[in-house]
């Protein structure tokens, strides 16, 4: 596989139907490939949107998926791209994340690993925690990590598996950053604040922002590294056609922006004056807010990725202007 040509390559696309895994699979058919398999879960919401334009061989829901492969009902595979994820931050069943972010990312790897497939998965940037420890990809600092949260952590505990069992060095792990763009609609409130922003000022003409509860940040200068997801689909297929690139990989922009940025971003995108209202953070979720992410970069640069990252202001202007006034999702025909 090149990074773009895999028009030979057979793919397993797990949360193909949602906002990173449906992006990916508007990447594969760019790139040539029509050959992919997707997984998830439609349940009620309306995800499935995100899968009408794109083309792909088959689909499987997500609770099928191991017996099928364990069976060889599906064949072999080059690749499996893993995004499948409960990825709520503020879910509160750690059972329930344990089997679905833990316990099926394992048994998938470990067959992936049997067969001799090429197995990348999302990690993510909330196993980073605080952010004390560093946010070096650095499997050599994986036990120093205190995620904030159960969705950080079971995405940190398979991390921690995959590196105390030694296959860590024969697998792509992502930590995916703060990524927004199309094909989103269906996250509700875990959606991207770029998603909320652009209903905000349709409605009532305001973005509403959280305070700051620390001294050294001025209300709605917290700091988040942005990344547009097609800047991120094209770093995962890179590293995805890079045998070589093993263990864990920061998938972000490399540079920290405000909120207060990020809002402006929409309101020029929109041709709006701006206008921004500061508002407390649920207590629930306050004493675990991160106030600062940014990714290091320097192991996907040294995997080759030489692309250069779309500027937060260039990311929102197409998000907002081709997708979010459209009402149109990720479509391979038309891009």
């Not at 329930?96 to 470990?110: G, H, P, Q, S, V």
């Not at 250069?308 to 459209?326: F, I």
């Amino acid at each position: 596989m090149k990074p773009n040509d895999f028009s030979d390559a057979r793919v397993l696309v797990t949360g193909g139907a949602g906002f990173i895994g449906s992006a990916l699979v508007w990447a594969l058919n760019r790139r040539g490939c029509e050959n992919i398999v997707v997984c998830d879960i439609l349940g009620t919401n309306e995800k499935w949107r995100n899968l009408t334009p794109l083309r792909f061989a088959d689909y499987v829901e997500a609770d099928e998926l191991l017996a099928r492969l364990q069976a060889g009902a599906l064949g072999k595979f080059d690749l499996v791209l893993h995004m499948g994820a409960c990825s709520a931050t503020t879910e509160k069943d750690a059972t329930y994340l344990i089997r679905n972010n833990y316990e099926f990312t394992r048994d998938l790897a470990m067959w992936s690993l049997a067969q001799k497939t090429r197995f990348v998965y999302a990690s993510s940037a909330a196993t980073y925690g605080d952010g004390s420890a560093g946010m070096e990809d650095n499997d050599t600092k994986l036990d120093t990590l205190r995620p904030l949260n159960m969705y950080g952590y079971s995405k940190h505990l398979f991390d921690l598996h995959a590196k105390r069992a030694g296959f860590l060095n024969k697998i792509c792990g992502l930590k995916f950053f703060n990524v927004f763009g199309p094909n989103e609609d269906h996250k509700g409130d875990m959606r991207s604040l770029v998603h909320k922003s652009f209903a905000q000022v349709q409605g009532k003409g305001v973005i509403q922002l959280f305070k700051s509860y620390r001294k050294e940040y001025k209300h709605g200068e917290q700091k988040r590294d942005f990344l547009y997801v097609k800047d991120c689909v094209a770093m995962t297929l890179h590293l995805a056609a890079t045998p070589k690139a093993c263990g864990l990989f920061n998938i972000g922009s490399g540079g920290a922006r405000t909120w207060v940025d990020l809002s402006n971003a929409v309101f020029t995108a929109l041709k709006r004056k701006p206008v921004i209202k500061f508002i407390e953070i649920p207590e629930v979720i306050r004493d675990k807010y991160q106030y600062f992410t940014q990714a290091n970069l320097m192991h996907l640069r040294g995997a080759g990725y030489v692309a250069p990252v779309t500027s937060l202001e260039n990311a929102v202007h197409d998000y907002v202007r081709k997708y979010l006034v459209l009402d149109k999702r990720l479509d391979p025909s038309v891009e």
